[in-house]
């Protein structure tokens, strides 16, 4: 059997085919005529945007890559913590170029509880900027990286090799993840102070 002929056969455009853009839900999106919080994770890092609809294509009104928290004294990572700052200082740019509101975008990603999605969100509202997203998405403790803290402490007491292997690469930055709640605090307090 070949492909699939004739003239009811309708070809998906090819960021669709390519499971890339879900058209409809990007068509709902633009209508709103709000500005878009695009958030997307990679293994190593998060990508936070504010887009705006332009019939030419879209433009970004800020952007923020987690590497760019290295200069506020932060390990980034792809994790909660790294996402909420990432989405605080993007919030911040943003309402420096007039934005009040938005809306999140979450792409071809599945939403859930306590994700790095709403983790950025939630920066982003602390940001001063509006959505109808409430806080419930994602609890303090993972915001904060207390969870990540915890974590640390209790394996250093407990296997000190295991611990070595998987903070390893926060080690050869100087950060402790046993520390994380205070240099996460501090982090954000450089961001907001700008």
């Known amino acids: 059997m070949g ?49 705006n609809y332009s019939a030419k294509g879209d433009t970004v009104l800020a952007s923020v890559h987690s590497s760019r928290l290295a200069s506020y004294g932060w390990a980034p990572r792809c994790n909660a913590p790294t996402a909420y700052l990432c989405g605080l200082l993007a919030g911040k740019m943003a309402g420096k170029k007039g934005a009040t509101s938005f809306i999140l975008d979450v792409g071809m990603q599945t939403p859930s509880r306590g994700s790095t999605i709403f983790a950025a969100l939630r920066g982003a509202q602390d940001a001063k900027l509006s959505t109808n997203y409430t806080d419930e998405m994602i609890p303090e403790a993972r915001v904060n990286g207390s969870v990540i803290e915890a974590y640390a402490k209790k394996l250093k007491s407990d296997d000190a090799a295991a611990y070595t292997k998987l903070y390893s690469s926060y080690t050869k930055q100087g950060f402790a993840p046993e520390n994380m709640v205070a240099q996460f605090r501090a982090a954000k307090a450089k961001i907001e102070s700008e």
């Open 3 to 51: 492909k699939a002929t004739g003239p009811v056969y309708k070809v998906a455009f090819r960021r669709r085919r390519k499971n890339l853009t879900n058209y409809a839900k990007r068509l709902a999106l633009v209508k709103g005529n709000v500005p878009r919080l695009v958030v997307r994770k990679s293994s190593s890092g998060v990508l936070v945007q504010f887009m």
